[in-house]
T-cell receptor
Framework: EAGVTQSPTHLIKTRGQQATLRCSPI?????VYWYQQALGLGLQFLLW???????NRGNFPPRFSGRQFPNYSSELNVNALELEDSALYLC??????????????FGAGSRLTVL | AQSVTQLDSQVPVFEEAPVELRCNYS??????LFWYVQYPNQGLQLLLK??????LVKSINGFEAEFNKSQTSFHLRKPSVHISDTAEYFC????????????FGAGTRLAVHP
């Protein structure tokens, strides 16, 4: 069974540009979560999609947005890039949306560098 | 809302020595607790979890963690570490019976030296 796959692995952009990151969940998983892992800050919750809908978002500005497609894959868009957006962006998926029984499985991440 | 504090950003230890990685949480409701491990250039992998029942939970590779409700802690321990345990360890919390959104701590980097 394929795990959570993310693309691209690395992405280099300049300030003001837009970045798009993609995530394919494990087959059958309907919930997708995005986290930002910036140096020294741990994992910060960004967005949660479930059954095609945005269910919750973390404390990030509106220039961070995304969507979930009918096949449950997801993309994260970051507009008007700033230097502090440089981070590893991790995607996770789970079979259901209830805590405990449905473990989050993470992808290897997309490293975004903003110059 | 829940929050997690990992008290040590880095823990250096010699091979075969015991180790404890500390995690404290804050919540006004019952919680589920997790430890994830991140090896270099990889995503996070679930190490162990506490949902209910026995407060001592164990992983297949020798780690264990104990849920202590009175001290709001979920410390991770291993009696004898290996070089291969070098990684970053994240403690996470979510409301029991709630949705699957996890809140993570800042992480503890475990460095095992020969």
């Amino acid at each position: 069974e394929a795990g959570v796959t993310q693309s691209p692995t690395h992405l280099i952009k300049t300030r003001g540009q837009q970045a798009t990151l993609r995530c394919s969940p494990i087959s059958g998983h309907t919930s997708v979560y995005w986290y930002q892992q910036a140096l020294g800050l741990g994992l910060q919750f960004l967005l949660w999609y479930d059954e095609g809908e945005e269910r919750n978002r973390g404390n990030f500005p509106p220039r961070f947005s995304g969507r979930q497609f009918p096949n449950y894959s997801s993309e994260l868009n970051v507009n008007a890039l700033e230097l502090e957006d440089s981070a590893l962006y991790l995607c996770a998926s789970s079979l259901g949306n209830r805590a405990g029984a449905n473990v989050l499985t993470f992808g290897a991440g997309s490293r975004l560098t903003v110059l | 809302a829940q929050s997690v504090t990992q008290l040590d950003s880095q823990v250096p230890v010699f091979e075969e020595a015991p180790v404890e990685l500390r995690c404290n949480y804050s919540s006004s409701v019952s919680v589920y607790l997790f430890w994830y491990v991140q090896y270099p250039n990889q995503g996070l992998q679930l190490l162990l979890k506490y949902l209910s029942g026995s407060t001592l939970v164990k992983s297949i590779n020798g780690f264990e963690a104990e849920f202590n409700k009175s001290q709001t802690s979920f410390h991770l321990r291993k009696p004898s570490v290996h070089i291969s345990d070098t990684a970053e360890y994240f403690c996470a919390v979510t409301r029991s019976g709630g949705y699957n959104k996890l809140i993570f701590g800042a992480g503890t980097r475990l460095a095992v030296h020969p």
